[in-house]
């Protein structure tokens, strides 16, 4: 059965259906249980840090954290409405993009145009990986092992760069 067939049900996974506030419930709790984990991790700068809403010190400029019931997906994402200074901070990131892939020891993708969900022109540099599901919480420790590194790896990253972005404050 889909979620077509039957619009009360939101998900179903291996026979097993999800109400829509059961899927919020799962999701948040997902959430709640990986920054439970990350709370005892310091930053690179040796500061407490909310890992789940990672704080940029940018308007415009946010690290997230997605997993859906497919995918799971961490990104760099610049929402600065303004199609040129977007651009600027793209470039910068492109200038430091050494530096970056150094620190993240892996290739992630880089769109200068990307169109998010609701349709919005951004920026945006990111890594996923598929067959994965924030519904299953057999997942949950795969998903943990996807997201720390990386997350962490950007926060080293960003304690290095951020001076750079300081124009754009």
Same mark, same amino acid.
């Given at each position: 059965?889909?979620? *077509? $067939?039957?619009?009360?049900? %939101?998900?179903?996974?291996? @026979?097993v #259906? +999800?109400?829509?506030?059961? =899927?919020?419930?799962?999701?948040?709790?997902?959430?709640?249980t990986?920054?439970?984990?990350?709370?005892?991790?310091?930053?690179?700068?040796?500061? *407490? $840090?909310?890992?789940?809403? %990672?704080?940029?010190?940018? @308007?415009? #400029? +946010?690290?997230?954290?997605e =997993?859906?019931?497919?995918?799971?997906?961490?990104?760099i994402?610049i929402?600065?409405?303004d199609?040129?200074?977007?651009?600027?901070?793209?470039?910068?990131?492109?200038?430091?993009?050494?530096?970056?892939?150094?620190?993240?020891?892996?290739?992630?993708?880089?769109?200068?145009?990307?169109?998010?969900?609701?349709?919005?022109?951004?920026?945006?540099?990111?890594?996923?990986?598929a067959?994965?599901?924030?519904?299953?919480?057999e997942?949950?420790?795969?998903?943990?092992?996807f997201?720390?590194?990386r997350?962490i790896?950007?926060?080293?990253?960003?304690?290095m760069?951020?001076?750079?972005?300081?124009?754009?404050?």
């Open positions: 059965m889909t979620a *077509k $067939v039957c619009p009360i049900l %939101y998900f179903c996974q291996k @026979k #259906l +999800y109400s829509k506030e059961e =899927a919020k419930r799962l999701k948040e709790n997902f959430w709640t990986f920054g439970q984990y990350m709370s005892v991790v310091p930053s690179a700068d040796y500061e *407490k $840090v909310n890992w789940v809403n %990672y704080k940029t010190g940018i @308007k415009t #400029l +946010y690290f997230r954290l =997993a859906t019931n497919k995918t799971a997906s961490i990104y994402e929402t600065h409405p199609d040129a200074i977007r651009q600027l901070m793209f470039d910068q990131f492109k200038e430091l993009k050494n530096v970056f892939s150094s620190t993240v020891a892996e290739d992630w993708e880089w769109d200068e145009v990307y169109y998010d969900e609701n349709g919005k022109k951004t920026a945006r540099i990111s890594t996923s990986i067959k994965i599901s924030v519904f299953n919480k997942h949950w420790p795969n998903l943990i092992s997201f720390k590194p997350i790896a950007l926060d080293e990253f960003w304690s760069a951020k001076y750079s972005f300081d124009i754009f404050k």
